[in-house]
């Protein structure tokens, strides 16, 4: 998939300066509503030409043009200025990145704490064959670091070196060699967004109104402005749920994971693309979920934590998987962590626990070996997380009244900021107890032994080819099975 | 201290209170002051062991901090975990002399608190605490 195989940039000591072509791919989200604006309002005239309001819609036309004008003066005037004034390069182990004209700042990541590294595409800069590399450091949004814009195939060197040299491998190594795992194809990822998508939420946000209605005309006859409000409402959730769908189909199109040596790569998109590479030890957590509507399916979606990721994209940047056959996506999940999920045995709650969670407890579940804990839950949706001990933070466990007087407790593991919450959910008090000392040893030992970097780690096989061609009948295909 | 913001804040509402209901009945204000000075008590009581509830140990690898009467919470944060540690104080405790120490580690619910420390305790703590993450120190 890299197009261009790039000499490995020369970074040491040199500085590196930003493509010139970086304000048009700065002002390019301006462009683009300008020109929507002057398709629209040219079909707009052309359709009332004999209105009397001629005049009056030509001055707004006018106003509009101005500020839509000097926005693009402002972006590309921002585009040349970071275009003019940023410097970036390598120095005794840390990125550098030095921008601003008035306000100087100086930016450094060491490479031992990179988190992930993304090449991001937006419309524009994919036209201009520019590129955005995001080093992603754990922390606030703040903390990761953007260089925006450069050559793509500059970027994928660039992204191939900083892996290398974070991994320790050193210095000029090449773009580390990827096989690709699996292809989401375009159908199944539309049918995953939506069956996704049903849920008691979405149900109600869409129906509620509409019952309301319903009920409000037939109690008391007909009511315009019940009836008004009611369809506004339902017109709002239906745009809200469009947009969502809109957003999940655009930046998950196309979604491909591969592995190679310096990680996990996920590339995604349609419009924006964007390729993320996440080392194997820098996913913090996992969840493997089956929404109630994948599982006549058989189908499941993956979604990881990973420190730095948080901000507006989160909800995408995180997805490991949008959907797959759940065989596929335990064997990916089972990659990970370097062990097999599925052969954690994982116990109930005490039977007790049904006065505190009356249906639900039977689906609770916690286990745990040498290596990773699981917990699993949900009755209609189920899901299963899993964390390595070494990857834990911080162990907590907390009792209400109602669980206290059942004798019953929770232990939650901290993970990292994301999609993935770690509970063990209404155990009885004194297992709890135990839970929660038990991992706080393992994580302190997992972290003792983490201080000398293990080697990948070999996962289960990959489930055979069936579990694959039988999605491939279903619309989804695996670009070919894994040695 | 929380006994003190429930006693200024509480005597004068139940006061309001009566008085608006003296206008009306005097039973009824009876009845309000009854109450009031009940709701009190049990804030009072449910205070005192609250304030008894909170504890912290330090382990060898790892801070336990421990809190709640109703809702219990038993916190383990190893010490290679904390990405830093706060000394705070907010008005009402600046008031009394007290302050917080507060642990945070790469998880945003990591939840541990010492509150209601001695400022020199508190420093003493969080350079121990700090000396100890320093030592033990383990990457993400």
């Given at each position: 998939m890299s197009s261009v195989a790039e000499q490995?940039?020369?970074?040491?000591g040199v500085t590196h300066r930003l493509h010139p072509l970086t304000p048009v791919a700065y002002a390019g989200r301006v462009i683009g509503l300008v020109l929507a604006f002057v398709i629209l309002g040219h079909l707009d005239t052309s359709n009332s030409?004999?209105?009397?309001?001629g005049t009056s819609a030509g001055q707004a036309t006018l106003v509009t043009v101005s500020i839509l004008g000097a926005l693009t003066v402002i972006t590309l005037l921002r585009g040349t200025v970071a275009l003019m004034t940023t410097q970036y390069g390598l120095e005794a182990g840390e990125f550098r990145i030095d921008s601003g004209l008035l306000q100087r700042q100086s930016k450094r990541v060491r490479l031992d704490r990179l988190q992930s590294v993304d090449v991001i595409q937006p419309l524009t800069a994919r036209v201009l064959g520019l590129a955005e590399l995001r080093l992603s450091t754990?922390?606030?949004?703040?903390a990761s670091l953007r260089v925006r814009y450069i050559a793509y195939g500059h970027a994928q060197a660039l992204r191939a070196e900083l892996l290398g040299r974070s991994a320790g491998?050193?210095?000029?190594?090449?773009e580390a060699p990827e096989h690709p795992l699996i292809t989401i194809q375009p159908g199944s990822l539309l049918a995953a967004v939506l069956l996704e998508l049903v849920s008691w939420r979405v149900l109600l946000l869409l129906a509620g109104p509409a019952l309301a209605v319903a009920a409000a005309n037939a109690s008391s006859g007909p009511h315009p402005a019940a009836t008004g409000v009611g369809i506004g409402l339902f017109v709002y959730g239906l745009f809200i749920v469009a947009h969502f769908i809109w957003r999940r189909v655009t930046t998950l199109w196309d979604f491909t994971v591969a592995e190679s040596p310096d990680g996990l790569r996920i590339r995604r998109g349609l419009l924006a693309t964007s390729a993320q590479t996440v080392p194997?030890?820098?996913?913090?957590a996992l969840y493997l979920h089956q929404p109630m509507l994948f599982r006549p399916f058989g189908w499941a979606l993956v979604r990881m934590n990973v420190a730095g990721?948080?901000?507006?994209?989160v909800s995408e940047q995180t997805?490991?998987?949008?959907?797959?056959p759940r065989a596929f996506a335990e064997w990916l999940v089972s990659r990970v962590v370097g062990?097999?999920?599925?052969q954690v045995a994982v116990t109930r709650p005490p039977r007790r626990a049904r006065f505190r969670a009356p249906l639900w407890w039977r689906a609770e579940g916690t286990g745990s070996d040498e290596g990773i804990f699981v917990t699993r839950h949900g009755v209609f949706s189920r899901s299963i997380e899993a964390v390595p001990h070494?990857?834990?933070q911080s162990v907590h466990m907390t009792a209400g009244p109602w669980s206290r007087a059942l004798g019953l407790a929770s232990v939650h593991l901290d993970s990292t900021r994301g999609p993935v919450k770690i509970r063990a959910r209404f155990r009885d008090a004194h297992e709890a107890r135990r839970i929660l000392d038990l991992q706080a040893e393992r994580a302190r030992q997992a972290r003792r032994r983490a201080s000398a970097p293990a080697p990948l780690p070999n996962g289960?096989?990959?489930?055979?080819?069936t579990a694959l061609s039988t999605v491939a009948d279903g619309g989804a295909g695996g670009t070919g099975p894994t040695p | 201290m929380r006994r003190a913001v429930l006693l200024v804040l509480g005597i004068p509402f139940v006061g309001a209170a009566a008085a608006l209901l003296y206008n009306w009945s005097a039973v009824a204000c009876d009845v309000a002051i009854g109450v009031g000075f009940l709701a009190l008590l049990s804030g009072w009581v449910i205070i005192g062991r609250n304030w008894h509830s909170w504890g912290y140990a330090e382990r060898a690898d790892d801070l336990l901090v421990t809190h709640g009467a109703m809702f219990k919470k038993l916190v383990v944060v190893p010490y290679g975990r904390m990405q830093l540690v706060d000394v705070e104080a907010g008005p009402v405790e600046r008031l009394f002399g007290v302050v917080k120490v507060k642990l945070h580690t790469a998880?945003?619910?990591?939840d541990a608190r010492v509150l209601g420390l001695v400022p020199e305790d508190a420093v003493a703590l969080r350079d121990r605490l700090r000396a100890l993450g320093e030592a033990r120190a383990a990457g993400l």
């Open positions: 490995p940039p020369d970074l040491e030409s004999g209105q009397a309001s754990a922390g606030t949004e703040r491998i050193g210095p000029g190594v090449a194997f030890d820098r996913i913090q990721y948080v901000g507006r994209e997805v490991l998987l949008p959907v797959a062990v097999d999920v599925a070494q990857r834990t289960a096989p990959l489930p055979d080819g | 998880a945003a619910t990591t």
